[in-house]
């Protein structure tokens, strides 16, 4: 097959391919419009976020057999259009969930601990131990929204604690020995730690506002490894004000756009929440690089080299 290559990946990813009898057009530097124009000559398309792939996309590609995102999630294509196309669809959360498990615990530790705020005090001389007495993790119950497989990797690294932990999933029966599934009422007055391994759709869009907030039983800390569009800022900043979030590890903003390569969809001047949020000592911020390792870039491109050579050899 002739497969086009819109962003670049691990060379292990062309290597395969091309070992398999497949043919790799490169096409990194190519507009999106250069790629649509041209798109009736490929079988298949490996993509990361570098442009939404919509209905126009779908149909000047009629010889499209599959549409591959060296990523964990399909938000950046119109999955319903392109299967009812009869387009095979690749992701490959197999292939940074250790990742981005590994990330959230270190999130977690460092909230827990001020690491952030302390390593900047002592930088600066200053030898504040009282105001960087840490909280342990024994003790408390680590809550994980979106059991999936990086929820379940964050449960599994926690299993080294003595911590209860449980998960919220739209899915029965994802539970294991690692989480144990609740309900949403339960999840809400139990948790100490909220962590969002969800993916971006409809139903997570914005979910964790004021309202979600509210409804919890105590003040928790909160993780979000997952979409920044799922946290509403100005709601969040609220929350740290009023001691309803006690801290937060985010590796995704509200703002960031949709490529993940830049914070702003536009330039524009920054919102008055996310400048509050960038001074605040409690949040632990990352510029979206929880699945993005030395070790997840060669195994995303493993999952995805080996998925689309299993369904065409």
Known sequence: MIILHADSNHPTLLQQLEAAGHHNIEAYSQSEQEILENQHLYDGIVIRSRFQIGKEFLNAAPN?????????????????????????????????????????????????????????????????????????????????????????????KLQGFDVKVICYDILEGVGDEFAEQVSLEKFKRECDVVSLHTPWTPETNRMVDKDFIAAFSKPFWLLNTARGKSVVTEDLVAALHEKKILGAGLDVLEYEKGSFESLFTEAAEMPKALQELLVMPNVLLSPHVAGWTVESHRKLANTIAQKIIDLYK
């Open 64 to 156: 499209l057999k599959f549409i591959a995102r060296v990523g964990a999630g399909l938000e950046s294509i119109d999955v319903e259009y392109a299967e009812r196309r009869g387009v095979k669809l690749f992701s490959a959360p197999e292939g940074n969930r250790n990742a981005v498990g590994e990330h959230a615990l270190g999130m977690l530790l460092s909230l827990f601990n001020k690491l952030n705020q302390a390593d900047r005090q002592v930088r600066e001389g200053l030898w504040y131990r009282e105001a960087n007495r840490g909280v342990e993790l024994e003790g408390k119950t680590v809550g994980i929204i979106g059991y999936g497989n990086m929820g379940k990797s964050f449960a599994k």
